[in-house]
């Protein structure tokens, strides 16, 4: 017995995002289109676990373009090799985003010590700490 199939409504109900947002990762391809009912979507039970790929994926900080690659099957490649491409690719950009992150955190904490009557000559306004929040920042498009 096949289950019934599930209307757009349902599926973003039971995977808790927007009806949109499933219309737009279908426009983008990362969702395949959909078979219609009387014009109406109509999905199988399974895209509840794309969707669950796809929300993962995101919180690891992968863009939809790179889901769209790592689901993508047509190039022959396992799974688990698009990962590891993918997962190689990205390191890079995360460990930037730390080091800009750190930087971030000790100016914040050192703000919270000021004792300047003035941000005109605070340290934390300088010309040497405004180079180093802006150095952990090169390159960073995070």
Do not use: N
């Amino acid at each position: 017995m096949t289950p019934e199939p599930l209307t757009i409504g349902q599926v973003a109900a039971q995977a808790g995002i927007r009806t949109s947002s499933i219309r737009y990762y279908e426009s983008v391809g990362v969702l395949p289109e959909p078979d219609r009912v009387s014009g109406q979507r109509r999905y199988s039970a399974e895209i509840l676990t794309r969707l669950g790929f796809i929300d993962v994926a995101k919180q690891a900080g992968f863009s939809l373009a790179e889901i769209r690659e790592l689901l993508d099957g047509s190039t022959g490649e396992q799974a688990s090799e698009r990962l590891q491409t993918l997962a190689q690719r990205k390191l890079p950009d995360i460990e930037e985003l730390i080091v800009r992150a750190e930087a971030m955190k000790g100016w914040l904490q050192a703000a919270g010590d000021c004792r300047c009557p003035s941000l005109e000559f605070c340290a934390l306004f300088s010309d040497a700490a405004q180079s180093s929040l802006q150095s952990s920042a090169v390159g960073s498009s995070l």
